[in-house]
């Protein structure tokens, strides 16, 4: 901010001028440019994250869903002990819980034990958890990122507000740098008005993976369970070289 503007703004303060009565958007424009340069980046921070954090959710919500219906579609064909076509209904699933009980059943159907079983099940799960947990850690990054930004322009404010003012008349340091110190504040508050949704979606999203990772792990033991207690009415994959009665 250079010395001319900071003056402006002590003559202002000085002979209390009454201010035009404005609009909430073009308060929020003032606050943007008040605020020095610092404001853009930390306005790109925001974006990206609100932008990670809405398809985040989405993915998310989409997951959730896709999981539910596979899961009352299997588990009645789990029941009845219909292994075959359950591997069928897991295979052409795009859900995160189909692909998973999809592996199982593959293996389950090659002979396996059920120790094989559990870890087959374990292996697919390790598979899916990258895909839930994918971006979401940026928001925290970029919260802090928004702070930081925040402090550096105030921090830079102040320093251009104190060289601007050292040759100027005693009497009117004080207007002027309270003038320059509230406008150098702009951008810390900026950077907090980014950083605290970022960190409350951050948080909320850790929330609904977890979840779905329990549900996910839940699932999976109800499957290893009904395989070790249902009698198959026809196993996944016929053994070759087996005589019928």
């Known amino acids: 901010m250079t010395g001319l503007t900071l003056v402006a703004l002590a003559q202002a303060a000085t002979t209390g001028a009454p201010t035009e009565e404005k609009g909430f958007f073009m308060l929020v424009v003032e606050f943007f440019q008040e605020g020095g340069a610092f404001m853009y980046p930390i306005l790109i921070v925001m974006a990206l994250g609100f932008a990670i954090a809405i398809e985040r959710f989405i993915y998310l919500q989409l997951v959730k869903t896709k999981n539910q219906l596979v899961w009352k579609k299997l588990l009645p064909i789990l029941n009845k ?132 990772i329990d549900s996910l792990e839940m699932a999976s033991v109800k499957f290893v369970n009904v395989i070790r207690s249902a009698k198959p009415a026809e196993p996944a994959r016929p053994r070759a070289g087996t005589v019928g009665r």
């Open 81 to 212: 002990g219909d292994f075959r076509q359950a591997l069928n209904v897991a295979s052409n699933s795009n859900a995160a819980l189909g692909r998973i009980l999809a592996y199982g059943l593959s293996k389950f159907g090659q002979g396996k034990r059920h120790d094989d079983l559990e870890m087959a099940m374990e292996e697919g799960l390790m598979e899916v958890m990258p895909r839930l947990e994918k971006r979401t850690q940026y928001l925290a990054t970029f919260a802090n990122i928004a702070t930081l930004l925040g402090l550096l322009g105030t921090i830079l404010g102040l320093i251009a507000a104190f060289t601007a003012v050292a040759n100027v008349d005693p009497s009117e340091k004080a207007n002027l740098l309270s003038a320059s110190i509230s406008v150098a504040m702009n951008t810390t508050a900026f950077g907090l008005m980014a950083a605290i949704p970022l960190l409350l979606a951050f948080t909320f999203l850790q929330t609904k993976t977890t979840e779905i």
